[in-house]
Structure formats: C-alpha cells, structure tokens
C-alpha cells in the first residue's frame, strides 16, 4: 500500500503484462472459436493444460530442450488435440444441427473429460517445470527485469503479431475471416467450410498451448491449472467484446494488469473477484465489450 | 371429454405417467429403506429444484446462466444463519433463503438486457464474487473451516430426525416446484416468455414487457435455487464454500440440458443423471468422472432433446412395436423367431 516507488511499478507493470499475454492468448482461442462457430468452447483451458503437461513431458525426455522447441512442442499438441475435438465431436455435432446448448454442454464434458484423463496420466500433484530462462535479471536503464517474465511477453506479443499477419495476409487467413463473418458467403467464394473450421481449431488450440508452457513455467504444471484459467481467459475475451480478434489481446492484458494491480492495492483474497465486478461493470454500460466502444467512438 | 380436444387443456391436467410417477416416490422409502438411497435421492430431489428453476430460465425465456450456484449458496448459508444463530424456525427460514436469493439476483437485474455469452460470463462474475465472500467472510460463514451445526429440519414442532422423514421433506418441496412451474407452461406469462425466447425482437413489438419478463424469470430461478440451498443445508448439516463454487453451476446445467432444454421433468431427469450416475459409478474409482464426460458428450451426440425426448421416442416406439406385434405381425417373421 501507499506510494510505489518506480521500480516497484515497473516490477507490477512486467508481471501483470506478462500474465495478460497468457490470458490474451487463451482470449484469442475462445474468440476465434466463438467467431467461427458461436459457441463458447468450455474445454479451452483443458487444452492448455494439456499443452502444458506435453511440453513438460517433453523436457523430462529430452532435458536439454531449448526454450523454444518447447513452446512449440506445447503449441503442435495442443492443436492436435483442439483438431481431434473438433474432427470426432463437435463437427459431427454441427452436422446433426443440435441446439447451440448441447454443443456447449459437449464441451463442458470434454473439459470433465481432459482434467480427468490428465490426472489419470500425469498425477494430481503440482509438476515443477525445470528452469528454462535465464536466472539474472536484465537491466534496462537501470530497471531490473525478470528474464522469464520479459521472454514470455516477447513470444506472447510475437505469436499475436504472427496472428495477426497470418489472418490479414495469407488466403487462408483471409478465407477464416470471411468464413467468420458469413459463412454461406464464403463457402460461395470457394472457401473449405469444414477445412477452416478444423483450421480455426487448430490455430486456437496452439494459441492456447503457448499460454500453457508460459504459465506452466510461471507457476506448476496441475491437472486443474486449466479450470480457472480457462474461465479468466473467457472473461478476458468477453471484456473485449466477443468475437473480435482485437479485443481478445486487449481484454486479456487488460484483465491481467488489473489482477496483479487490484491484488497489491486492494486485497489478494478478493484478487478475482475484483475483475468480475469491473467485468460486470464494464458489460453493464458496454454490452457488447471494450470494442463496442471502440466502434461507437468511429 | 370434449376437453381433450383443447391440447393445452390436455397438457395441463395431470397425466397418469406424472401420477404413477408421484405414486412410486411415495411408496419407495417403505421398499427401500436404506439410509444412504434416500439421502441421494434427497440430494437428487433438491438438485432437481435448482434445475427445475433453470430449466425456467434457459428453457423457458432462453437466458444463459451460468453463476446459478451463487443463488445456491446464498439461500445455503441464509438459511443455516437463520436457524443456527438466530433460532428461527425452519419454515421461515426455507422462505427467507429463497427471499435472499431473490433480493440478490435483484442486484444483477440490470445485466437481463445482456444476452448469450455475455449475460454467461456475467453470471459467472457474480458467482465467483459470492464464493470468495463465502470463502473469505470468515466471521459469518466459517469460511474454508465450513459452517458447523446446522440443525435439522422441523415442520410444526416435529424434527425430522430419520431420513425418511427428510426424503418425504425434500422430494415434497420439489413436486411442489415442479406442479407450480408446470402451470407456467400453458399460461400467459409462459406464452409470452416462450415468444421472447424465440424472437425478442417479434415479443416486444407484440406488446410484451421484454425486460420486466426476463427479470421475472432471473428472479424465480434465483427464489427456488435459494430454496434448494436451504433444503440441502439441513440435509447435509455442514456447508463449506467448495460446494459453491463455479462447478456447481455447470452441473445444473448439465442437468438442464442432458434432460432436455424446455422440458421440466428432463430437469429432474437430468438432476437424477449428474447427481446419482457418479455414486453409481463409485465402483470404478479414478475413471469415474472420465467416464461421467464421455457419456455427457456422448449424450449430447445421440440425444438431441435430451433424455426426456429420449423416453418420450423410446416409450412411443414400445408402444409402436406393442402394437404392431398384437395386430398384424407378418408371419415370416415369426418363423425367423
């Protein structure tokens, strides 16, 4: 409490930017789904965990793994696996033409369903990832800052800005947007219906495991690291205003600088909750998100 | 009978299913009097009261809640106050749980003029601000130490000491829900959210009062989840926040949506499912909520309407069969027997 000399503000600033990069990260997997098919996929954290827990199992294997090959090792299982929900459940359910509902509540029980099979495989006990960043802390004029914290903000904003290339210019990207927007009219323009979806899947899944090696290595490794989280980076995407892109990277760093601020000032018991009244408080004057205001401002 | 030709005079009187329904839940703590069956089905029964006033609000008008277990808790914990600090007698305080829960969901009124996702994720907010003040409030809830001497249940004087006589508490209270909310569905006030569900838009230019509508509905569901919290603090006797959390509000609408949405005997159904399948499954240890999520996703592949359109198909096509094997089975097939 009282007054935060610059340093401190800084040391909060880093961390809360680098746990907002997870929750952007997490935010765009549940946008994107959202966008592409309107429903709210529920097993989104379960896939980051179990990207986690296979970027883990990775370094037990190969221990002197760099960094990097583990994050994408985190990223390709995810995607694999947000594709296999995809293939096997929910585009046979789309097929059927269930009510949105039944298609949520499958995924609800493919989340039951990961949490379950990963304590089955991996324990319930916390997994500590080994050290995988430098253990010196950089010095930028005179500012000192965690070396784990600066990388995982680095690769977070460098996967968003690929993101974001990948959708503005390549024809896939291209044919994702428009497939989002209207997805008769896509499909009329030649777009691959089915093949985008599992697309979307796919780049959603991999999102969601590089938050998962990010926040595996802030914290532990858990069968149910993915519950809460999962919810925070739904929260995340909705402050945004669900469905855009923008706001999901918005509304997850966003939410993360509130956390770790409202913890320090306000109290690290009610640290989620705080969140949740500002999120309510938000939607009540800005139903549909921050970029409702964006757009009401234009 | 010229009134079975009116069918929504026919939806409203009582069908014989409903009554040998009623019938079998009266006579069955004599045929089984185990202790621990009828405390589960009075768990069953209390959950099916939550799901039923979901079922009121994502069935009926089409909102999205996902933070019903906060309503839950609210009437737990009121009711657990009421009695165990300020001796009030049971009545009252299953009413007074239910009138907190109402008063509480009065706060989040204004958030009905969200929809879809983002009344969902507002909800939830809600949920997870009055678990960590259950968490947290140590003073008043016992926070993570839980809340301790709850007394029993009394009606007029008489405590209901065995289980027995708490089965006939609970299950009573939820027919009493269920034959309330079933009148809902062929009345005004059932037409015109059913109109709002389907096109808002379409209801409010048709004169219905879209918001006051939905607030109403958000307001019921509140009272009756508050009133299933009070009635399983006096069956469990002992509260602590973790029975609060957002996972209870997923499994009431699991419940609603694996028995069928719109449908309020799939509400109980479905309470049936997600609250007794898991002690079902007990035998089988660490894959039991593993294999509770395969058959919720395989459920949601077979059964579109859930399981009460389910029965209802199954009990048409017995009858199909019946019929057709009475009349006029081909004699070919008889030999094949």
Same mark, same amino acid.
């Given at each position: 409490m009282?007054?935060?000399?610059?340093?401190?503000?800084v040391?909060?600033?880093?961390?809360?930017?680098?746990?907002g990069?997870?929750?952007?990260?997490?935010a765009?997997?549940?946008?994107?789904?959202?966008?592409a098919?309107?429903i709210?996929?529920?097993?989104?954290?379960?896939?980051?965990?179990?990207?986690?827990?296979?970027?883990?199992?990775?370094?037990?294997?190969?221990?002197a793994?760099?960094?990097?090959?583990?994050?994408?090792?985190?990223?390709?299982?995810?995607?694999?696996?947000?594709?296999?929900m995809?293939?096997?459940v929910?585009?046979?359910?789309?097929?059927?033409?269930?009510?949105?509902?039944?298609?949520?509540?499958?995924?609800?029980?493919?989340?039951?369903?990961?949490?379950n099979?990963?304590?089955?495989?991996?324990?319930?006990?916390?997994?500590?990832?080994?050290?995988?960043?430098?253990?010196?802390?950089?010095?930028?004029?005179?500012?000192?800052?965690?070396?784990?914290?600066?990388?995982?903000?680095?690769?977070g904003?460098?996967?968003?800005?690929a993101?974001?290339?990948f959708?503005k210019?390549?024809?896939?990207?291209?044919?994702?947007?428009?497939?989002?927007?209207?997805?008769?009219?896509?499909?009329?323009?030649g777009?691959?219906?089915?093949?985008?979806?599992?697309y979307?899947?796919?780049?959603?899944?991999?999102?969601?495991?590089?938050?998962?090696?990010m926040?595996?290595?802030m914290?532990f490794?858990?069968?149910?690291?993915?519950?809460?989280?999962?919810?925070?980076g739904?929260?995340?995407?909705t402050?945004?205003g669900?469905?855009?892109?923008?706001?999901?990277?918005?509304?997850?760093?966003?939410?993360?600088?509130?956390?770790?601020?409202?913890?320090?000032f306000?109290?690290?018991?009610? #640290?989620?909750?705080?969140?949740?009244?500002?999120?309510?408080?938000?939607?009540?004057?800005?139903?549909?998100?921050?970029?409702?205001?964006?757009q009401?401002r234009? | 009978?010229?009134?079975?030709?009116?069918?929504?005079?026919?939806?409203?009187?009582?069908?014989?299913?409903?009554?040998?329904?009623v019938?079998?839940?009266?006579?069955?703590?004599?045929?089984e009097?185990?202790?621990?069956?009828?405390?589960i089905?009075?768990?069953?029964?209390i959950?099916?009261?939550?799901a039923?006033?979901?079922?009121?609000l994502?069935?009926?008008?089409g909102?999205?809640?996902?933070?019903?277990?906060?309503?839950?808790?609210?009437?737990?914990?009121t009711?657990a106050?009421?009695?165990? #600090?300020?001796?009030?007698?049971?009545p009252?305080?299953?009413?007074?749980?239910?009138?907190?829960?109402?008063?509480?969901?009065?706060?989040?009124?204004?958030?009905?003029?969200?929809?879809?996702?983002?009344l969902?994720?507002?909800?939830?907010?809600?949920?997870?601000?009055?678990?960590?003040?259950?968490?947290?409030?140590?003073?008043?809830?016992?926070?993570?130490?839980?809340?301790?001497?709850?007394?029993?249940?009394?009606?007029?004087?008489?405590?209901?000491?065995?289980?027995?006589?708490?089965?006939?508490?609970?299950v009573?209270?939820?027919?009493?829900?269920?034959?309330?909310?079933?009148r809902?569905?062929?009345?005004?006030?059932?037409?015109?959210?059913?109109?709002?569900?389907?096109?808002?838009?379409?209801?409010?230019?048709?004169?219905?009062?879209?918001?006051?509508? #939905?607030?109403?509905?958000?307001?019921?569901?509140?009272?009756v989840?508050?009133?299933?919290?009070s009635?399983?603090?006096?069956?469990?006797?002992?509260?602590a926040?973790n029975?609060?959390?957002?996972?209870?509000?997923i499994?009431?609408?699991?419940?609603?949506?694996?028995?069928g949405?719109?449908?309020?005997?799939?509400?109980?159904?479905?309470?049936?499912?997600?609250?007794?399948?898991p002690?079902?499954?007990?035998?089988?240890?660490?894959?039991?909520?593993?294999?509770?999520?395969?058959?919720?996703?395989?459920?949601?592949?077979?059964?579109?309407?859930?399981?009460?359109?389910?029965?209802?198909?199954?009990?048409?096509?017995?009858?199909a069969?019946?019929?057709?094997?009475?009349? #006029?089975?081909?004699?070919?097939?008889?030999?094949?027997?």
């Open positions: 009282g007054a935060l000399t610059v340093f401190q503000f040391d909060l600033m880093v961390g809360g930017l680098a746990v990069c997870v929750y952007s990260l997490i765009l997997g549940f946008a994107m789904i959202m966008r098919t309107n709210i996929h529920f097993a989104q954290g379960e896939v980051m965990m179990l990207g986690c827990m296979c970027g883990l199992t990775s370094l037990w294997l190969l221990p793994l760099p960094l990097l090959a583990v994050v994408a090792v985190g990223m390709a299982s995810s995607g694999l696996i947000a594709v296999a995809e293939l096997a929910y585009r046979t359910l789309r097929r059927r033409r269930v009510p949105i509902m039944n298609l949520i509540t499958a995924t609800v029980g493919m989340s039951i369903l990961c949490i099979a990963a304590r089955i495989i991996w324990g319930s006990e916390p997994l500590r990832f080994p050290e995988l960043f430098a253990t010196t802390a950089y010095e930028f004029g005179g500012v000192r800052v965690s070396p784990q914290l600066f990388w995982i903000m680095v690769m904003v460098a996967i968003m800005a993101l974001q290339l959708l210019h390549t024809r896939t990207g291209l044919a994702m947007q428009a497939m989002a927007q209207d997805a008769e009219a896509a499909q009329l323009m777009a691959n219906l089915t093949r985008m979806m599992a979307t899947f796919a780049i959603s899944g991999m999102m969601a495991g590089a938050a998962g090696i926040l595996g290595s914290f490794a858990f069968f149910e690291m993915g519950f809460i989280t999962g919810l925070k739904f929260v995340a995407a402050l945004g669900l469905g855009s892109i923008t706001g999901a990277m918005l509304g997850g760093i966003l939410f993360g600088l509130i956390e770790t601020f409202s913890t320090v306000l109290s690290s018991a009610y #640290k989620d909750g705080i969140g949740m009244i500002l999120l309510i408080a938000i939607l009540l004057v800005f139903p549909s998100g921050l970029v409702g205001l964006w009401r234009r | 009978m010229s009134a079975s030709f009116d069918p929504s005079a026919r939806r409203r009187a009582v069908r014989p299913v409903t009554l040998l329904v019938a079998a839940l009266i006579v069955l703590p004599w045929i009097p185990d202790k621990f069956a009828l405390h089905l009075s768990l069953i029964a959950a099916s009261i939550a039923m006033g979901l079922q009121v994502l069935g009926y008008s909102q999205l809640s996902i933070g019903q277990a906060a309503f839950y808790g609210i009437g737990a914990y009711s106050l009421l009695t165990a #600090k300020l001796g009030v007698p049971f009252l305080a299953l009413v007074g749980a239910g009138a907190a829960a109402a008063i509480a969901s009065l706060l989040m009124v204004p958030i009905t003029r969200l929809t879809g996702a983002y969902a994720v507002a909800t939830l907010g809600f949920s997870i601000i009055v678990y960590l003040f259950i968490q947290n409030e140590e003073w008043l809830t016992g926070g993570s130490y839980g809340f301790i001497g709850i007394p029993r249940a009394e009606l007029f004087g008489y405590v209901l000491r065995d289980q027995m006589s708490s089965y006939y508490l609970n009573g209270v939820a027919a009493i829900v269920y034959f309330t909310f079933a809902i569905e062929g009345s005004r006030f059932g037409r015109a959210i059913n109109a709002i569900r389907q096109d808002a838009d379409a209801a409010r230019a048709s004169g219905i009062g879209v918001t006051l509508l #939905k607030s109403e509905c958000f307001v019921i569901a509140a009272f989840a508050g009133v299933a919290g009635l399983y603090a006096h069956e469990v006797r002992y509260l926040p029975d609060f959390t957002f996972w209870k509000s499994e009431m609408l699991i419940m609603v949506v694996i028995g949405v719109g449908s309020l005997a799939g509400a109980i159904l479905g309470a049936a499912v997600v609250v007794g399948l002690e079902y499954l007990r035998a089988i240890g660490d894959y039991r909520m593993l294999v509770f999520g395969a058959i919720l996703i395989a459920t949601m592949l077979f059964g579109e309407g859930g399981l009460a359109a389910l029965f209802a198909t199954l009990g048409r096509r017995v009858a069969v019946a019929m057709r094997s009475a009349s #006029k089975l081909p004699p070919g097939n008889e030999a094949a027997r």
